[in-house]
Structures are given as C-alpha cells and as structure tokens.
C-alpha cells in the first residue's frame, strides 16, 4: 500500500531471500543510493519502508532490490484494515507456514541422517569394512539437498561481492565435501578396513586417506536447526497485528427503516446505525443516538474505570458495552477506526525498530573474507614451495574446514533453548536470540499502570461507616443492591461484600438512575446506592466524617460511592483498581539492576500518582493515549535512554514494538504479547525482574559461546595453513569445542529466580 506524506510517497515492501541482518544492510544500503530514497529494512519483520520522491516509482525500488539478490513486492493488503475477504491474509499465512514447513523438512533429513555419519567417524569400533561408503550416502543428500538455502545465499552473496556466514558454511561443506569424494574415489581412503585411528601426531599428510563427511554434515544440520528455530520465531512478528485487527467485533447488527439485519463489519459504512447489546463489542467507531450504559475501554486507554457514556458522546470500536442497550452512528469505519490507527502504529513501531545485528554475522563480516584469504595464501605459498598440487591443495581445504564452524552453529541456538527452557519453568518466554542484545544496554523500565504494576479491575478497598451502621450491615444491603446491576463498579461492590460476608440478601424493585446509581429494596429497607448527586435528590447529605473520606478518596484517585437507606446516609465505599502485592518488591528489584521505573498510564493524574507513591516509583506520566505512549518511549530513546516497556493491554502494543525490550504480562491480551519480546506468564511483575536477569545470563552465554567456538577455529588455522592437519586433531579439535559449548550452555539451567 502506497501512501503519501508531505509530497513523497511512501511503500512498504515484503522483502524476500534475506539470510542474515547483513542481508538487510546491503538491500538498505542499496535502496538509500537512489536519488531521493530514504529506506530502512527491517530483517526481523522482513520489510522495507520506503520514502521517495518524484522520478523514482516502485517498479525502480523492486528493480533495485532484485539486482541486490533479493525479491521484493508490495504486500497484499491487510484483509481486516482494507475490508477485503480474509483470503487473502490465509494465503500470507499459509505461504509463511509452507517455507517453515521446507526448512523442517531439511532440518529433519539432516539431523536423520547426520547421526550415523558423526557416530561412525568419532567411534572407531563402529567403522565396518565399507563405513566410508555408508557415510558418503548418508552425507550426499544432507550437503546437497539440506544444506541447499547456506549454498543459494553464498551464491547470491558472491555475486554481489559479499561474504557471510552463509558463505563460509557453504565453502566449508562444500570443501570438506569434495575432498572427501576425492579421497574416496581417487585417494586411498575408499580402500577396504580404511579407519580413523585416534592418532594425535601432527605430521603433514598429502589428503589422500581422509575424508571429512562427519564435518559437512554435522555443520549442516547444526546450523540448520539454529536456522529454523529463528525463522519460527520471525513469523510471530506479524502475529501482533493480526491479534490487533481480530479484537474487532466480526459481525454488526444494523438498524435500516426500522427493521434489525445483521451483517459483516466490514460492509457497515459511515452514516449507518447499528446496534450494541451489554456486554457485546462496539463495532467501529461512532457517536450515541439512543441510549445510556458504562462503556469498558480499558483494553485500548488503559483508563481503569469504565466510561458512562449516553446520547450524543463518541465511542470507539472494539471497546465493550458493559451496561444497557445502546444504538450508535458510525462516524469511522476501516483503516479510519482508532483501532486499525493503532495497528498501524504497532507497524510503524515494528519497521523502525533497529534489527539486531547477529553476533556471528558481524564477526563473519570480518572473519570469512580473512579465512578465504589465508586458504588462497596456503595454497600459493605450498604450491611456490613446490610442494606439489596434492599438498597445497590438502593444506588450503584444510584451513577452509577446520574454519568452517561446527560449534558456532551449536552456540546460539543451544544457549537459547537451555535459556528459554529454564525461562519457561519460571513463567518467563524469550521469543528469539536477536531479543537478548537489548538486555545488556536497557537503563529505563517503562511500567504501564493498569493489569501491570495493579490488578487491572476494579476492587473494593474500604468501607466508611456513619455512627449509626456497622460495616456487615452495609455490605450484606448495599452489596445486594449492586449484585442485580451489571456496572463493572457495581461488580467490584458486590464481589467485595460476597468475600467478606457471604451469601446476599435478595432485592425488590430494583431500578437503575442513568449516570447516577442504582435503587432498590433489600430487606425492607430503601437503599440507594451511587454518586452523593443521587442521595442529594432524595434530600440527603453526607454527615462530616464521611464527607471527608469521600474528599480524601477521591484526592488520592480512588472512586467514591454513598451508600444510604431509610432516608439516612449510612456509608462511603472506596473502590480502586488495587496495587498488586507484589508490585513494592519488583520496583526494587528492577532498581537493583540498574533500572530507573516510570509509570505510563491512561489514568487520570491523581490515580497515577497514588499508585507511584504506593510502589515507590518517582517519574509518572499520567492521561496519556496510545499514540502518546508510542511518543513518550521514544522521546525517552532520543534523549540516549535504553527503554523496556512492560505492559499488557492493546493500548501498549505499539509501545511494546517500539521499545529496545518489549515485556508483556501474559494475563495480558494477545496483541501485547505478540508484540513483546518478552512474555512474563505468570502476570507477576517481579517475573520482568527475573526476565532481564535471564536474558543478560543467556546473552552473556552465548558470547562466552562464540568466543570458544571461533577460538578454536582460530587456534587451529596455523596448523592446517602449515599442511600439518591431522584428521583426529581437527576431529577432537571440533567436538571439543561442541561439548564445550554445550556444558556452557547447561550452566544456565541452574538460574533461579529471585526471592
């Protein structure tokens, strides 16, 4: 979909065929050296947002990409925001599910048959007469078939004069590969009893008896599986935008000459008047013509108590009507609606979030080239030295196999399941390894107020009583009076009173006063129970002491309700959205790692501020919309912070997404926690303690992981440049270097969290 800002257009594009974040920079990079272009490309999400001017189209941007390498189009357009059939999202989907569904299939062969390969090379008493043999048929389809998506990107790379780890796991494979067929076919290693003896000599050897099929497949199917449970984790980074727009109501009943139809929300227009029963979804957004009721907007304001609304007010879509019958206008349908806005700038968020750069890739950037240089080096210097072409040649494959890295396949991706594994027991879930960087730099914890640092629905906190009543007696009356009204306040009243008192008295003639309160008899007596306006039209005043406690209730953003019976004011009941327990204890934690809080809310000043008070945090930014959250986090990135936002509801996705760490409360909805990356289950706040602590101990892991993994590469390389390579050296050097990385990476299952 094509847009236009200030005179230039703007695109965003679905970029295929990227491997790597370095894949990422040179389509950015590309695309920025067009006259007038402006481009990010996001790897993660596989996007690119583009801003051009007058002279350049999109054909010339798609032309651009595809000589990078690449593939690129304009996506289709989102089936909910443009009102198109859901077709058309299913066959996104399906096409995303299709290319994981290969990349298992390959992940599945290699590992299947890479097995027997490595188990009968490093166990020499499983090396049969003809094991050779059996090893080159198990190996053929892994390094041809399996490994074909490493060998397609280091072609596209060469092409473009680029080198990545793709590249140097193509050459290794193919290297290790080729020399072994040559060593089978041409060379003694195919002979009858051929075995690899443990021999630690180094001495030069001319090739002709070793053959490294174990290296090429194991490489493979390593780096397959680290491959695959990424790209598992990027398809869930469209997921928040789905789970955005699928909030929605799907069907609307509208109101024409009288005569009630019902029909998809996507037909209803501007103008059109439809209808909203307790309890249903508002479907898009519009303005009252009949009716009174509470509107819940919580999931997208974050305002904890629910709006009265009547004729006349605007409501939003998706929002929930948790009062009586209402008939609405449409003022706003489709891509106009709050709610696809906000979807929009979870998107936005999304794009613009700078991709992580992979560890490996950046030191492959570096690494690959020197490795390519020091095997062509080897080859020139021994063939110089007329050594003769079987030696050279044996010596430069030697320095491009035992770089090609067997354990750095190994050093993310089992440093995150042992991470992730261990997180799951504590209720904690890292959605990918490019997640964990922004750990180490976070310096500021954006809390949201509302299911987050508090419960996230309303409670009664205390009971007020006049000289002339005692609390069980306002409970078990006004409790039953609010029992047969369905306002969320009067929930909170009648669960309340239920928990302390028990079972509740019935009532007679009940009525509810519109704006004001509810009204009935309980036991004999008239009770009212709501604003002090209604007791005032009954000609009622509060006495002193309770006037002051209301006063006080309200000051400190708690909602105040007067309760009276007999002609008499009786009582004032506070109720809140309360603190949870364990909020006071999380603050202090996340202050202890370093973390400066802030409270962001929708709420209102006085009910923010309270609550900060109460947890100990001293920054709040209180009556703030979602957009506004999306502006806050990032005046806050401008200023050099690092920011992590926790949150839970869809009024802090965008937020989430746009934050360096995304930690959403699993209670939460799913458009928060598919656009977190982080989740915390267990809806705790101390988990986000937790979690940054886990993720810097598995980041700090992972580098101790890739450090050992090249440091034996590394420390290697001088043998084989010298021709001195032994294939029991380069053998034991390899699973060294794996066992070490994965005793490293089951330290992390010892993490426990904090008491």
């Not at 690129?72 to 066959?91: C, F, M, T």
Request: aromatic share 4%; with cysteine; net charge negative.
């Amino acid at each position: 979909m094509t847009t236009t800002v200030h005179d230039r257009a703007e695109v965003e594009l679905a970029i295929g065929g990227m491997t790597c974040a370095s894949c990422a920079a040179r389509i950015e990079k590309k695309l920025n050296r067009m006259d007038g272009v402006s481009a990010t490309v996001n790897y993660a999400t596989e996007k690119a947002k583009v801003a051009f001017g007058d002279g350049v189209g999109v054909p010339d941007l798609i032309a651009t990409v595809e000589a990078t390498g690449y593939t690129a189009r304009e996506p289709r357009p989102d089936p909910v925001r443009s009102g198109a059939a859901d077709g058309e999202g299913g066959r996104v989907e399906d096409e995303e599910s299709a290319g994981l569904c290969v990349l298992r299939q390959r992940l599945v062969t290699a590992v299947v048959l890479s097995v027997p390969v490595i188990a009968m090379a490093m166990v020499p008493a499983w090396q049969f007469e003809y094991w050779q043999w059996l090893s080159l048929t198990l190996a053929a389809p892994v390094v041809t078939y399996a490994a074909w998506p490493f060998h397609r990107a280091a072609f596209t790379n060469a092409r473009h004069g680029a080198a990545t780890m793709d590249t140097l796991i193509s050459l290794g494979t193919t290297a290790a590969f080729l020399w072994s067929l040559w060593a089978l076919f041409f060379g003694t290693a195919g002979m009858p009893g051929m075995t690899h003896g443990f021999e630690l000599t180094i001495a030069r050897s001319d090739g002709a008896g070793n053959i490294y099929l174990e290296a090429a497949a194991g490489v493979t199917a390593f780096i397959l599986a680290g491959r695959y449970f990424e790209t598992r984790s990027k398809r869930k980074a469209g997921a928040a935008l789905r789970a955005l727009l699928e909030m929605g109501a799907k069907d609307v009943t509208v109101v024409r000459d009288g005569r009630e139809e019902q029909i998809p929300v996507a037909e209803l227009r501007a103008g059109d008047r439809f209808l909203v029963r307790p309890g249903e979804k508002i479907a898009t957004d519009g303005t009252i013509t009949e009716g009174a009721s509470a509107v819940d907007a919580s999931m997208l304001t974050g305002e904890s108590v629910p709006v009265e609304v009547t004729v006349g007010d605007a409501v939003t879509g998706a929002t929930v009507n948790a009062g009586g019958r209402l008939v609405v206008e449409a003022t706003r349908v489709g891509a106009d609606t709050q709610l696809a806005r906000m979807a929009k700038l979870v998107e936005d968020a999304q794009n613009g979030k700078a991709a992580a750069q992979r560890l490996a890739d950046r030191i492959s950037g570096v690494f690959v080239p020197v490795v390519i240089a020091l095997s062509l080096g080897t080859l020139g210097f021994w063939l110089g030295n007329g050594s003769g072409l079987t030696a050279a040649f044996t010596a430069a494959v030697a320095v491009l196999i035992i770089a090609c890295p067997c354990a750095l396949g190994l050093a993310t991706p089992t440093a995150l399941m042992v991470g992730t594994g261990r997180g799951a027991q504590l209720g904690i879930l890292i959605k990918g390894p490019e997640v964990l960087e922004s750990t180490r730099r976070v310096d500021t914890v954006v809390l949201d107020k509302t299911g987050t640092v508090t419960t996230g629905r309303m409670t009664l906190l205390t009971v007020h009583t006049a000289e002339s009543a005692d609390e069980v007696e306002v409970l078990r009356l006004a409790g039953a009076l609010e029992h047969a009204s369905e306002h969320p306040i009067a929930q909170a009243v009648a669960a309340g009173a239920i928990e302390r008192i028990g079972v509740l008295p019935v009532v007679e003639d009940f009525a509810n006063v519109p704006g004001l309160g509810v009204q009935g008899i309980v036991e004999g007596h008239a009770v009212l129970v709501g604003r002090e306006k209604l007791l005032r039209e009954w000609a009622m005043d509060l006495p002193e002491p309770l006037a002051q406690a209301k006063a006080r209730a309200e000051a400190g953003g708690r909602t105040a309700i007067a309760v009276a019976w007999d002609g008499e004011a009786k009582a004032v009941l506070e109720v809140a959205d309360a603190v949870k327990d364990t909020s006071a204890e999380a603050i202090t934690r996340l202050r202890a790692l370093g973390l400066t809080p802030i409270l962001l809310t929708g709420d209102n000043e006085a009910v923010a501020r309270a609550v900060a008070a109460e947890v100990g945090i001293e920054e709040v930014i209180a009556e703030v919309m979602p957009e506004d959250k999306v502006a806050v986090v990032k005046r806050l990135q401008s200023e050099g912070r690092s920011v992590a936002m926790v949150g839970d509801g869809v009024n802090d996705a965008a937020a989430l997404a746009q934050a360096d760490l995304g930690l959403a409360m699993g209670t939460g909805t799913d458009a928060a926690i598919e656009a977190g990356d982080l989740t915390l289950v267990r809806g705790d706040l101390r988990a986000a303690a937790d979690a940054i602590r886990l993720a810097r101990k598995t980041l700090g892991t992972i580098r101790t992981n890739l450090f050992w993994a090249f440091a034996y590469n590394v420390a290697a390389l001088p043998l084989a440049a010298a021709g001195l390579l032994n294939p029991m050296i380069a053998g034991a050097a390899m699973a060294f270097s794996s066992v070490f990385v994965v005793g490293n990476s089951l330290r992390l299952r010892s993490f426990k969290a904090a008491h």
